[in-house]
Nanobody
């Protein structure tokens, strides 16, 4: 199982980023996928989860209405569209598959002016 995140970077407050997580080594379309994040000095927290069929199941309250999780089963990829970014969204964002308890390497998102 391999998960590779991309799309992080430095963005100004109010800006947008789209994170991608390319999956391989398992039947991607059959399993739920999650995005987590971990800010410096804080515990890792669940940001959003999406079912195998594409329905979002969980979204962190602080990102509701701003972040959207989606997936393309044909491309074995899960996305996190992040809009109206705030400095408190600064963190390393990780892709995770609960069925296999596997993590990606993470991608840094920094929201700063």
């Amino acid at each position: 199982v391999q998960l590779v995140e991309s799309g992080g970077g430095l963005v100004q407050p109010g800006g947008s980023l789209r994170l991608s997580c390319a999956a391989s080594g398992f039947s991607f379309s059959s399993y739920n996928m999650r995005w987590y994040r971990q800010a410096p000095g804080k515990e890792r927290e669940l940001v959003a989860e999406i079912r195998s069929g594409g329905t979002s199941t969980k979204t962190l309250d602080s990102v509701k209405g701003r972040f959207i999780i989606s997936r393309d089963n044909g491309k074995n990829t899960v996305y996190l569209q992040m809009n109206s970014l705030k400095p408190e969204d600064t963190a390393v964002y990780y892709c995770y598959t609960p069925a296999f308890a596997s993590w990606g390497q993470g991608t840094q998102v920094t929201v700063s002016s």
